[in-house]
């Protein structure tokens, strides 16, 4: 026979299962959103290096549409809003927007206007140093060094930017881990334009001695 704590037991463990249920329904939604995302920043950043900027665009509005979905989420769940893979699918967003603005001329856009939080919007713009990267390589080949001496500036600027920011990895959703790895493309990055550029110059000088 039940107790007198019966019909009580019963309510909070409905109550519970409510709660539960709509927790497992805003993180279902919530890996969705941050797979589309996802998808739709790194098809931009292709684009991007395709110099196809209008649907490099299109993808990052997609994308912007896609986290505005997330707004109740972070109201009514914010555990599963700061969660990781929502937190990766506002970093890629972000690094998106940002390669997307330097390699097109653009402004950068910062945080507030991506509508993004600090620490996912940090751990993106360490993640535009490897895409400068790429974007510096690919112009080398094609022996185009128009924009490669600014966008290796850019990427110190980046970089010195990043150093600065001194809290706890739990705080910035491991920066620190970010910037620590970016350094390395950076140096790589810059030995490798060095000597691409000192080659172009030596070949022009040979040139001239020849003519």
Do not use: W
């Amino acid at each position: 026979m039940p107790t007198r704590y019966g019909p009580h037991l019963a309510a909070m463990s409905a109550h519970a299962i409510g709660e539960l249920t709509a927790r497992h329904q805003a993180r279902e939604r919530a890996l969705a959103i941050s797979r589309q995302v996802i998808r739709n920043s790194a098809n931009a950043i292709r684009a991007v290096h395709r110099n196809d900027f209008e649907e490099a665009r299109r993808l990052v509005g997609e994308a912007s549409a896609s986290l505005s979905e997330t707004v109740s989420i972070r109201t009514d769940n914010p555990e599963i809003y700061y969660a990781g893979f929502l937190s990766d699918a506002r970093k890629e967003f972000t690094e998106a927007n940002i390669t997307l603005a330097v390699i097109s001329g653009a402004d950068i856009p910062d945080a507030e206007t991506l509508g993004i939080d600090p620490p996912a919007y940090l751990n993106g713009m360490a993640e535009v140093i490897g895409e400068l990267r790429r974007y510096i390589l690919d112009a080398l080949r094609r022996d185009d060094t128009t924009r490669c001496e600014e966008l290796m500036e850019l990427m110190d600027e980046i970089y010195g930017i990043l150093v600065t920011v001194d809290f706890p990895e739990a705080v910035t959703g491991g920066l620190r881990h970010s910037t620590d790895a970016m350094r390395g493309v950076l140096e790589r990055t810059r030995g490798d334009l060095t000597i691409s550029l000192q080659q172009r110059r030596l070949e022009q000088r040979l040139a001239e001695l020849e003519g």
